[in-house]
């Protein structure tokens, strides 16, 4: 009897082994990252004091501006220190508890894979846990009245009281109500926007005391006059008209040779440069104005002109710094002189004035009359505070933006997180086949964020996190938490411990997602070439398999 054509069959363990090898060494990584930052979860954190790249310090427990300065090449821990950006860019707040989850959603899928479950049906299981999750966000979450302030002090308060300026009460979250609520536009429909990066500008001046801070109805940047002495430095109710062109004359836009025959020619042409700004100025001056402020430059001929009529100017100014004026004052950027109309000069400022403070002068354009931009001033002992400070009141503004686009508050002191784990620990005995254990581990890694907080208070974790399951496993309390201060379990409702809901959304989505990403990887292929070293013998060429080397182990014949 003829034997049949021998069957190929290749053993598929050695694949799996790799992509079981790179599952560990991606979640080891990810690990790695959210234990570095763990620590910094909540009011009784700990600091990090980094060293950056020029030798300069920052001391910080936000999570975001730490893994900004930490460098680290293996690329998993690199694709979850863009999580915490993405996070800061999205919503300003939650860049610590995103680290966390996503760590702990891996470290729970680490059993799951030495088992040899598939990471398609992991991540599947995940992802019905997040819109379950979501759901329950939406069921337990509680509309705000974003004109009441003592509601919006005590959300944007609550959100920072884990920052260092936590400790000095309502400074902090008193400037980022007061900042966006200023520069916010409305959009129709009781929507409203606030661009807290185009309109909110945060000036930082070294000396006085952090109470000196303040909102200015209006703009203020690092410039002076012109001409001190023949300018005014004090304008009550300013005329303002803002320049996007240089007031001198106008060079060529190419090398331009001009050949003069006799010697009054040269006269000729020195009257027409000085004629073509006169014309400028003219123009200028005919809108009666008090200030002009330009972009470009100001030639010494058209100083001359302006501080003749009594007007001040200031020139060479940062385009962003214009286009507040403009929001702050009600005036219109003109790109040509000739082309200034009466509706493009700003009436809205009630003073204009140039400071100096400490050895610079600032200028202020300030108690308008509907600013739509503002600036912040933050005044402290020295700048490793003052950023600090800085970097507390942008998350404080993203917090404040969040509620005006999204009026709903979720308990905080991880009440959230144990109310959705204790749903999802309910629903996960109707979820049906093999994804039902990877289900469950989505809830119990919800519990990570109580945990570290719990931790971070120095409580007995064990015993705390026991008491917190047993309120919520009914899903009743959903508003019982850890009070991050006292270590006490507390209503948060009583407490005023609250998180924004577009916060913890878009936490919940981004850990989820990024650690099913991290998942799916199976492999990592490395793009970069290896510096040779000099005399090393020339790489071998890759060797082609004929027909009869193959490997006669794996022949099996039927």
């Given amino acids: 009897m003829a034997l049949s054509a021998p069957v190929l069959v290749l053993k598929d363990s050695t694949k799996r082994e790799s992509g079981t090898k790179v599952h560990h060494a991606n979640i080891q990584a990810a690990k790695a990252v959210a234990d570095i930052i763990r620590t910094t979860l909540g009011p009784r954190s700990m600091l990090k004091m980094l060293l950056d790249a020029a030798g300069g310090i920052v001391v ?31 919503v300003g707040d939650g860049t610590t508890s995103v680290i966390v989850l996503a760590g702990e959603m891996l470290h729970v899928a680490e059993a799951f894979i030495d088992k040899h479950y598939h990471p398609t049906v992991i991540c599947r299981a995940y992802n019905k846990a997040l819109d379950d999750a979501l759901a329950v966000l939406d069921k337990i979450a509680m509309p705000v009245d974003v004109n009441d302030r003592a509601a919006m002090l005590g959300l944007v308060k609550s959100s920072i009281g884990t920052k260092f300026t936590g400790q000095f009460g309502d400074l902090i979250a008193d400037l980022a109500i007061d900042a966006t609520t200023t520069a916010g536009v409305d959009l129709g429909q009781g929507m409203r926007e606030v661009d807290i990066k185009k309109y909110i500008k945060v000036e930082k001046v070294p000396g006085g005391q952090l109470e000196d801070s303040r909102v200015l109805k209006g703009v203020m940047f690092n410039k002076d006059v012109v001409a001190p002495g023949k300018m005014r430095r004090k304008i009550v109710n300013p005329r303002i008209i ?12 190419n090398q331009t040779n001009a050949e003069l025959m006799k010697e009054e020619d040269w006269q000729v042409l020195l009257e027409m440069e000085e004629e073509y700004i006169k014309n400028l100025c003219a123009q200028i001056l005919k809108f009666k104005p008090d200030l002009v402020v330009t972009e470009k430059g100001l030639s010494d001929l058209a100083i001359h002109y302006l501080s003749k009529a009594g007007v001040s100017a200031i020139r060479r100014l940062r385009k962003t710094d214009n286009n507040r004026i403009a929001k702050a004052c009600g005036a219109v950027i003109v790109n ?33 009359k509907d600013p739509k931009a503002c600036t912040v001033l933050l005044r402290g002992a020295s700048k490793d505070v003052l950023n600090e400070v800085e970097r507390n009141l942008q998350d404080a503004m993203s917090v404040a933006r969040n509620i005006l686009k999204n009026p709903k508050l979720l308990p905080g002191g991880g009440a959230t997180e144990l109310t959705v784990s204790a749903a999802l620990k309910q629903k996960s005995s109707s979820v049906e086949g093999v994804e039902k254990w990877p289900y469950e581990a989505a809830a119990l890694a919800f519990e990570a964020i109580p945990r570290t907080l719990a931790q971070n208070c120095g409580l007995n974790v064990i015993r705390i996190m026991t008491q917190l399951q047993g309120k919520h496993a009914n899903g009743e309390n959903a508003w019982v938490g850890i009070d991050g201060r006292s270590g006490d379990i507390v209503d948060m409702k009583e407490q005023k411990i609250w998180d924004s809901y577009s916060v913890k959304a878009q936490t919940f989505k981004t850990a989820i997602e990024a650690a099913c990403m991290l998942l799916r990887i199976d492999d990592i292929v490395s793009g970069i070439k290896k510096k040779q070293a000099p005399g090393a013998s020339a790489p071998k060429q890759p060797q082609i398999e004929q027909e009869g080397d193959a490997d006669n182990e794996q022949m099996i014949p039927e």
């Fill in 242 to 253: 803002l320049l996007d062109c240089p007031v001198e004359y106008k060079k060529g836009e």
């Fill in 60 to 90: 910080t427990n936000d999570g975001n501006a730490i893994l900004r300065e930490i460098d680290i090449a293996h690329p998993a821990a690199k694709s979850m220190i863009e999580l915490s950006r993405t996070q800061d860019e999205e």
């Fill in 336 to 368: 040509r002189p000739e082309e200034l109309q009466e509706s493009d000069v700003g009436t809205g400022a009630g003073l204009f004035e140039v400071k100096k403070i400490g050895d610079e002068f600032f200028t202020f354009i300030v108690d308008c």
